[in-house]
């Protein structure tokens, strides 16, 4: 998706700090900028509306065309998930500024803070009758499926031109495909047993023992680290991965 959007040294896609590094070499790699924004660990690390507006502007003087935002929800690697409103004041930016949301959600059925509901941009978008376009992305290897040896995903896109679409089919069918056991596992994934199956009973339980572990295994890693002098680690609120602060004696 970046390397149809980067034309020109001079496109900017805007990338959250802190994030999973493939998003800023893809912008290396096809010779486009990075335009980062910065996430605000004191608010569980939520995407600041008024920090993006701040990278926009400053990239805009500094001759950068911007043309896209990434959203990593929830975050790796931060664990935070996205309120609805931290999202639709996003996507309302995105369609101010002309921007391409690429909506980085592999991590979707990650969520284990109480009261906290995941929602996908394109339903943000799709009810706040905005014109904006989105890519989206998910993963075999994520999730709680877990199986990360089986390399396979999908990318959706919504709102956008035929023509465009016809572009990103034609340069993934020149590429190599994933192998049959991870396209039938995405298979799978977006057509889970339905109660009233045989197999729902199965896949239930073992789904939910997946995700209690992951839980439980973020809040005992989350106690841990603060029990240590001079660190500081906001709740794993999803993804996988706690984001730690150490702060350093200036002796």
Known sequence: MMKLLIRSKNDGILIPVAQYPLYSACAVLYNGAMVPYYLDESNDWATDVNSIREATEKAKAEG?????????????????????TNQTEIVKYAEKEG????????????????????????????DAGADVQVA????????????????????????????????????????????????????????PPKEGDASYELFAKERDATTSSYKRRARLLVDGLRKIDSVTCNDIGGALYAFPTLKLSEV
């Open 99 to 126: 921007l391409v949301i690429l909506a980085d959600e592999v991590y979707q059925e990650n969520v284990y803070r109480d009261g906290v509901e995941w929602y996908s941009f394109k339903k943000v978008v799709k």
């Open 136 to 191: 989206s992305m998910h993963s075999a290897s994520k999730g709680y499926y877990g199986e990360c040896g089986k390399r396979a995903g999908y990318l959706e896109m919504y709102n956008f031109d035929p023509d465009v679409k016809a572009c990103v089919v034609k340069l993934a069918s020149v590429a190599l495909c994933s192998n049959v056991s991870g396209q039938v596992l995405m298979w799978m994934i977006m057509n």
């Open 64 to 84: 950068s065309n911007v043309r896209a935002i990434v959203v990593i929800n929830p975050g790796n690697p931060t664990g935070n998930t996205l309120s609805l």
